[in-house]
């Protein structure tokens, strides 16, 4: 410790100085000036003068706010503790926090600094109790507990209320020292009749419920009691929450309390108490019709009121209603609130749909959120309607149909991010699984998508997502428009024995546009592909030649521009049968593809060596005799592998019929309405429509029907 | 309960700073730092209440003031801790009459102490102004003698 000259003391730097300093200072002098002033602080700090000493604590206070670690002066802070300068020992208590940890070293030495200043006056007595709930550790809080019961029986309303608050943090920190003494504060506080000390004792009983829950009876007559007669708000709100754990622990005591929860809700004006009731009320109270019933009036208010933070505080508290039933009550004031909401609350209520859409309401929600979805939460709003489309296998679908044909093309103009593309596809793929028929409206949905694509040229701007394909190591990005269209071209390429020839062919002349082949380059496999499966499928269908020559021009002119464009991979398919093509090579192609092939894996054949001695170009079955053994012995596999297979035929024809005569029908009426969401208002199909059933058994793929299978197996 | 009560300016300069658990001083330059982009991007059509790093934060914009309250997302009435901002502002506008960003910097102890007369243990224990305010009238009165 050193004494200041009183030179020095003229130049001595007060708090105000300092502030002042600071905020002339440059950016650049700034740690400068920091360093400067530690260093003076550290000297002043242990100076003899306790107003020299004071300047420096606040001082240091100040730049502790500025961001500075002061931890290097925890030693000083506990020292000055013990002075005799009641300013300086409130400062130093207040400073206490910003040093002082759990694992301090010098928190023994706060023990008897504590227990001196519990003896003096009410004033130093309460501020070195805040000092203690700020700091308290396990041994410091063991050892000062008897003083700090003591002191809960004091005189003074500002003590107790301190004392009170501080044993909360006691118990917690060691649980242990609950037995015995809380019986003692209960009796106490059943005495006590200043507000500020009962509502730190609520907040008591609040932090033993968590560690100590089983105590609870201990509580019940008390805060029964107290909320009977209080008129407080703050203390009534402390009153409710911990009512609402002690109802969780104790269900019988919600009945005690209907009757002071409706005096409260007709009389109270606050709006911090009307929440509270409101959150406890829909939370435990449903079976009370009539107190559910004005609470949800005045939740409505919350939903309509102008003030933001009542709309958002009303949508937290229906997050507590857990029923679609609940919830379409409350339907029109939510979505009324989303109109007006901001980003934060557009997902509390994205969040509510997400939980409580049933079939009742799936076409309102889906029509209001498509409406009114803006640029910043248009990414929230897709995937959420995702999520509900496809939650529990698509529970929530009545109308596979109509979602295939009027919700999804919308659904897929809005989608303007990476993820939510890949789950668009996700959800299409496994929609058209499990509604089987819908594969005949691919073409339409493909037209309704792709149409929009074609038109625009934006498609390869946004952010990508960067794709390797093992076998050929090909590396390409794609856009969330590119995944959409991968993802339709693979579905007409599965559902063209379901399609007609003009559909065929509209698709082809739709492919040939020279802006989607520049857009969608790393997708040209799939189109190849997607050309082959549909050539294949026009050959079938046309026997007497009629649209092929058309639909082979079609294709070459498409080949012809992909050669400007520099495709890596020239099609074996173009080469060898546009081409050059027999009428042997395409009778081999038919037989090849008359029944369905299994997928073989790339990389099977790198493990499977061929046996010594085979000659791959020989048939390696000669003896005839040798055959027919084989054949007997597998006779009966084969009828059954054909009856499978002639039922699977018998169905699908019969399917096919019946869909292209309603498609015939719907094509029709749907041509007559192609805007967005205007059709909407006016749509209404009052003919009696096809019925999609979507199979929702995970393990059936569809058109296969399990019992055949058994039969099957039990014959082999 | 509140794990942390700040005062910051626009600028991002803390002004007062009371926590009820521990942070290391960069974890608390971070957090303000963060805290007050957040309160900065939101318009006055939003609301009050938004969800950060693990903790429930109210905030209340007075002037160039920030108050915010950092709570624990257990359920807790957001309105009850946005009346207290408000109520501590009152407090203060009642001691320093016509409370303004340079009475708390140059009275950074007695802000603290107004707020730890309210707020102990991150559990609020007081909100009538005239016995806030008591302890403080005494120890002025004290300094003047």
């Known amino acids: 410790m050193f004494h200041l000259s009183q030179m020095d003391q003229i130049f001595l730097k007060s708090l105000a100085d300092v502030v002042r300093t600071s905020r002339t200072t440059s950016q650049y002098d700034k740690l400068t000036f920091t360093t400067q002033t530690i260093a003076d602080i550290k000297n002043e700090i242990q100076s003899r003068q306790e107003s020299v000493r004071y300047q420096a604590l606040l001082k240091l206070f100040f730049l502790a706010m500025e961001g500075n670690n002061i931890r290097w002066a925890e030693f000083q802070i506990i020292n000055l503790m013990g002075s005799g300068d009641f300013q300086l020992k409130l400062g130093a208590q207040l400073a206490a926090h910003l040093v002082i940890d759990n694992q301090s070293q010098g928190l023994i030495m706060v023990t008897n600094v504590f227990i001196k200043e519990f003896k003096c006056g009410h004033v130093e007595c309460s501020t070195t109790l805040s000092c203690l709930g700020t700091i308290a550790n396990k041994d410091l809080s063991d050892n000062l507990l008897t003083h700090v019961l003591k002191l809960t029986t004091n005189t003074k309303p500002l003590i107790r209320k301190k004392a009170i608050a501080v044993l909360s943090k006691i118990f917690t920190i060691n649980p242990m020292n609950i037995s015995g003494n809380l019986e003692m504060v209960i009796q106490q506080l059943q005495k006590e009749t200043n507000i500020s000390v009962l509502a730190c004792g609520i907040s008591l009983f609040c932090s033993v419920l968590k560690v100590a829950p089983k105590l609870y009876p201990l509580f019940l007559s008390i805060v029964y009691d107290q909320i009977s007669k209080q008129k407080s708000n703050w203390l009534l709100i402390k009153l409710v929450r911990i009512s609402n754990k002690l109802i969780s622990l104790e269900p019988r005591f919600q009945g005690k309390l209907i009757e002071h929860y409706t005096r409260l809700l007709n009389q109270t004006n606050s709006k911090s108490l009307q929440y509270e009731l409101i959150y406890s009320i829909m939370k435990y109270f449903k079976n009370h019709s009539q107190l559910y019933e004005s609470a949800g009036d005045i939740l409505k208010q919350f939903l309509n009121h102008q003030d933001p933070n009542l709309r958002c505080l009303g949508l937290e508290c229906l997050t507590h209603i857990s029923t679609s039933a609940g919830l379409m009550e409350f339907q029109e004031q939510i979505l009324e609130s989303f109109k007006k909401s901001d980003y934060f609350s557009k997902l509390q209520i994205l969040q509510l749909f997400k939980d409580f859409t049933n079939q009742q309401n799936f076409q309102t929600v889906i029509e209001f959120f498509l409406k009114h979805s803006d640029l910043e939460s248009n990414h929230k709003i897709i995937e959420s309607l995702i999520f509900i489309i496809t939650k529990d296998k698509f529970i929530n679908v009545d109308d596979p149909e109509k979602l295939l044909l009027i919700y999804i093309p919308v659904i897929a103009q809005k989608i303007d991010t990476i993820d939510n593309a890949i789950r668009f596809k996700e959800m299409l793929f496994e929609l058209l699984t499990r509604v089987p028929g819908l594969k005949v409206y691919s073409d339409q949905l493909c037209n309704q998508i792709l149409q929009t694509y074609a038109t625009q040229s934006d498609s390869l701007q946004g952010p990508t997502l960067n794709i390797v394909q093992r076998h050929t190591q090909l590396k390409y990005s794609l856009n969330h428009r590119e995944i959409i269209f991968k993802s339709l071209i693979m579905i007409v390429g599965e559902s063209v024995k379901l399609l007609k020839l003009e559909a065929l062919t509209n698709i082809i002349q739709f492919l040939e546009q020279l802006n989607i082949l520049n857009c969608y380059e790393s997708s040209l496999s799939d189109i190849d592909s997607l050309l082959f499966k549909i050539y294949i499928q026009i050959i079938k269908t046309d026997p007497q030649n009629e649209i092929i020559p058309q639909i082979e021009q079609l294709i070459k002119n498409i080949y012809n521009k992909l050669h400007n464009i520099s495709i890596v991979k020239i099609s074996f398919f173009y080469e060898s049968l546009i081409q050059n093509k027999s009428k042997d090579q395409l009778q081999e192609l038919q037989n090849l593809y008359e029944e369905d092939l299994p997928p073989i894996n790339l990389e099977a054949q790198k493990f499977i060596k061929p046996p010594e001695g085979l000659d791959l170009s020989k048939s390696f079955q000669i003896d005839i005799e040798e055959i027919e053994k084989i054949k007997n012995t597998n006779s009966e596999y084969i009828e059954q592998k054909q009856l499978i297979q002639q039922q699977q035929q018998q169905q699908q024809s019969d399917s096919n019929q019946k869909e292209q005569e309603d498609q015939n029908n719907q094509i029709e009426r749907r041509q007559e309405n192609e805007e967005e969401l205007k059709q909407f208002n006016n749509k209404v199909d009052p003919s009696p429509k096809k019925v999609f059933k979507i199979n929702r058994d995970e393990e059936l793929p569809p058109g296969i029907d399990q019992n055949d299978i058994k039969k099957f197996k039990e014959e082999e | ?145």
């Open chain 2, 1 to 145: 309960m509140i794990n942390f009560i700040l005062m910051v300016n626009k600028q991002g300069q803390t002004r007062l700073a009371q926590y009820f658990q521990f942070l290391s001083v960069k974890e608390r330059m971070t957090l303000e730092g963060e805290l007050i982009r957040k309160c900065l991007s939101r318009s006055e059509t939003q609301c009050s209440f938004l969800e950060h790093r693990g903790y429930k934060i109210i905030y209340r914009r007075y002037a160039s003031l920030y108050f915010i309250i950092g709570m624990d997302l257990e359920e807790e009435n957001e309105m009850a801790y946005l009346e207290f901002i408000h109520n501590l502002v009152e407090t203060l506008d009642k001691y320093f009459e016509n409370v303004c960003e340079l009475d708390i910097m140059f009275n950074i102890e007695k802000a603290h102490y107004i707020l730890e007369e309210m707020v102990m243990n991150g559990q609020i224990v007081e909100t009538n102004k005239t016995q806030i305010l008591a302890p403080i009238h005494v120890l002025d009165k004290a300094k003047d003698e």
